[in-house]
């Protein structure tokens, strides 16, 4: 029996100490993954049987307790991670309204009760019910002091120092008038944008899938580690209040207006009603706005407007009696998973799809639903260690949909207890269904992507629609429906076949645009034109046209400003390779030596040999290390850019399938900027620290206007240093080559706006 096994009582001095150790190193991982990444690895009763086993040994061998024992930190639950804190007033919940008569009916209730008044008009506020966590915020002498959780609305966790990170809650109260201690309470959350980026992010370093923005930000908010919290840009809506030293506003309305005086960010669709016609408009307007409001909402809120009416109201069990949430559709709904499909994207991208049995999401009929990833449906990571629990998701199994707002429908969960008997693991295919070329997953990608490049069908098509996109090549006439068919019928491969398009297929010829299906001569005629009106393009448009992994409209422009015309940008490009190269050699052979710096030979997936052979290649040239520092140096672009940039350049099929289209095409080069009179034209400039007269972007902008090339990093090609206060590590850079350092007056005064 291995002694990990083994009954504690059952082990040796040395097999207990190995084991304890063990033990340790688990459950720290353990809790650390818990905790910080909001991604447990193990199930909870693994994570108790493990902990059990943990003190048992320490139990049985005093001895070995280490100084930081596992035994003194708090339980595995997070709450426990952190202090209670009692809710002065405790924070209340709200009854539901589904149908718009039971809005009808409790405005009838309401009118009941205040009957005896004689002429009441009964006003109600109504706000968007924000899809978040609630906070209660305590501010004395105008000061934020603590924050909690709701909890169990009597108790709630203390998370000041989280709370603290949130822009949208100011430290010290705004204004005046604010009384001496009051509750601020609200809705804490994450943007649908904050949300995808966060996902952008967390897929480029192979990372976990999050499922849905409230259960982020409510992981967020439960961080130990507020530099966490931070990191997750969440925000707050202030709507309501718990103690108060003193009243402060005769009604509802009236109180959230001082909210927002006072600093706190209030909904812009909290409106006064004065009548439930008012209130019903005001819900379905709220409802048609709500895919792009761009963070979740699940309902509106009404509340009675006057204070002292509302107190009199009262309350029943945990929610007040005058108020009411009146909510959406759910935006969740369990159904089968019928199949799985992959899909190829543009970057060649397996993408798997779920089909559905039909099922109403928050109104809307689902029938496909994106399932992420290989790794989200085999409930693994790439190095087979658990995510989420565990859960692989199969065809046949009752799945979770949820959709919200303008997002894709997601498959954020399964039943395993629905499970069908005899359902196998998904095989996520390694061969592209499209073409059958292999599928290639890279070290730290979370995506398998097919190595067919121009060959697969799926990829040249998605590549011909991006080219024909809005901000591509935008061809009046030719849109995704039209390249989709053009490809279909063989008469456009890529790109540069568009502009051949009216010699093969013209007037004249043996396959006539004009004779096809929904064409006739004057439509023909017309694309034709609009295709050539395109031979003239904008630097920046065929840039990003290309369809680049990582090169979108941004970078697109930077690239087109920084090297002006297509040739520069060309000859960078090809000149940047070996340096690139070098790069990534370096990269990998730096994952070698920390993985076997952590004696993990397993995580390294790259073989020792190939590193050692890296590492015995001479240096590249200074020219190649030079291109490649200057690209990558460009304000917004970094290596994983530069990476994507030079190696699709240097791809051969790539570079001859780009050459063929610049043969069709005139390149209009980059307006050269205005630099009459400039001091800083053709200079490269870095800007570091806080600015504090200029936004970074501002400075950016003027600078380029005026000749400069603005660099995100200092190397020997920098020309300027412009250091704010908090200058670090590039200030000592530029000091260490002696590059001349200014601060941002002298800047200024350099620019002519001293
Ligand atoms: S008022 C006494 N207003 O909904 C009134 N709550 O179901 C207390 N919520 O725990 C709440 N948006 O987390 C109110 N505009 C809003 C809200 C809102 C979201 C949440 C809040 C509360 C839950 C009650």
């Known amino acids: 029996m291995a002694d990990t096994e083994r009954d504690v009582a059952g082990l040796s001095e040395s097999a207990a100490r190995a084991e304890y150790q063990r033990l340790h190193e688990l459950l720290s991982a353990a809790d650390a993954a818990y905790f910080e990444k909001d991604n447990p690895e193990l199930s909870d009763a693994d994570y108790d049987a493990l902990k059990r086993r943990y003190l048992a040994i320490e139990a049985a061998f005093p001895d070995l307790r280490r100084a930081d024992s596992l035994s003194e ?22 009854a539901n309204a589904f149908e718009d008569s ?19 008009r009964l006003a109600f506020t109504a706000e968007p019910k924000i899809d978040g966590l609630s906070a209660s915020l305590r501010y004395e002498k105008g000061r934020f002091v603590r924050g909690a959780t709701r909890g169990d609305g009597a108790v709630g966790e203390d998370i000041t120092a989280n709370l603290r990170t949130i822009a949208e809650i100011p430290d010290q109260l705004a204004g005046s008038g604010w009384p001496d201690v009051i509750e601020v309470r609200g809705e804490v959350y994450m943007s649908h944008a904050e949300f995808r980026a966060l996902n952008a992010r967390s897929a480029a370093e192979g990372g976990q899938v999050y499922v849905n923005p409230r259960n982020t930000a409510a992981g967020s908010l439960r961080q130990l580690d507020p530099s966490v919290t931070a990191k997750r840009n969440l925000k707050f809506f202030a709507y309501a209040w718990g103690h108060v030293s003193e009243r402060f506003a005769e009604t509802q309305f009236e109180a959230v207006q001082k909210l927002g005086e006072w600093g706190f960010t209030i909904n812009p669709h909290f409106k006064l009603c004065m009548n439930v016609e008012e209130m019903l408009a005001h819900y379905h307007l709220i409802e048609s706005r709500r895919a792009t409001l761009g963070y979740d909402i699940d309902g509106v809120v ?9 107190e009199r109201w009262g ?45 109403t999401v928050g109104g809307v009929v689902v029938s496909n639903a994106t399932l992420h990833n290989e790794d989200y449906i085999a409930g693994r990571d790439n190095e087979g260690n658990p995510i989420r629990g565990g859960k692989d998701i199969r065809v046949g199994d009752w799945v979770q949909v949820y959709r919200a707002g303008d997002v894709i429908p997601k498959v954020a969960d399964v039943d395993l207890d629905r499970r069908p008997a005899g359902s196998a693991p998904f095989q996520f295919p390694h061969i592209c269904p499209e073409c059958g070329s292999e599928a290639i997953r890279e070290e730290g990608d979370s995506v ?5 490049g121009l060959i697969c069908p799926a990829q040249a098509v998605e590549k011909l629609r991006h080219f024909v996109s809005r901000a591509a090549f935008d061809i009046e006439g030719l849109g995704s429906k039209q390249v989709e068919q053009f490809h279909a019928d063989g008469w456009i ?17 043996a396959q006539q645009l004009q004779d096809k299906d929904g064409w006739g001569e004057k439509s023909a005629e017309k694309l034709f034109d609009a295709i050539d009106a395109r031979q003239t393009i904008d630097l920046r448009r065929l840039i990003f046209a290309l369809g680049i992994r990582h090169v979108g409209e941004v970078v697109s422009a930077d690239l087109a400003r920084h090297y002006g015309n297509w040739r520069a940008l060309l000859a960078a490009l090809d000149q940047a390779y070996p340096a690139m190269e070098r790069h990534l050699e370096a990269e990998a052979a730096v994952l070698v030596e920390r993985a076997r710096a952590a004696d993990d030979a397993r995580k390294a997936r790259i073989k020792p040999v190939r590193a050692a052979a890296w590492a015995a290649e001479p240096a590249v040239s200074v020219q190649s290390r030079g291109a490649w520092d200057e690209l990558t140096g460009i304000e917004g672009i970094g290596d994983t850019v530069g990476v994507a940039l030079v190696a699709a350049f240097a791809q051969q099929a790539e570079r001859a399938s780009i050459n063929r289209l610049v043969a069709h095409l005139e390149v209009v080069a980059e307006e050269a900027p205005d630099t009459a009179g400039s001091r800083v034209a053709g ?4 800007f570091t620290g806080t600015l504090e007269k200029l936004t970074r972007s501002e400075a950016k902008a003027k600078a380029e206007r005026l000749g400069a090339k603005v660099a995100g990093s200092v190397s020997a090609n920098t020309d300027l240093v412009v250091a704010g206060p908090g200058a670090g590590s590039k200030l000592k850079q530029a000091e260490q080559l002696g590059i001349e350092v200014i601060d941002e007056d002298a800047w200024l005064a350099l620019v002519g706006e001293g």
């Open 73 to 94: 930190k708090v339980g595995s639950a997070p709450a426990e991670g952190f202090a209670k804190v009692i809710h002065q007033v405790p924070m209340l919940s709200l």
């Open 102 to 120: 039971d809005v009808e009916d409790f405005v009838a209730r309401g009118k009941k009760f205040f009957e005896r008044e004689a002429g009441l």
């Open 302 to 310: 009404y509340k009675l407007d006057d204070l002292r009416l509302q």
């Open 315 to 359: 309350y029943v069990a945990r929610a007040p009696r005058w108020a009411i949430a009146h909510k959406f559709p759910a935006e969740l709904a369990w159904t089968e998973l019928e199949a799985i499909d992959i899909q190829v994207g543009r970057t060649g991208a397996l993408s798997p799809v779920a089909r559905l049995k039909p099922v």
């Open 448 to 452: 398998r992507r097919c190595s067919g």
């Open 493 to 509: 491969d890529e790109p540069a076949d568009i502009f051949t398009l009216r010699d093969r297929h013209g007037p004249g010829t």
């Open 683 to 686: 200079k490269t400039v870095v």
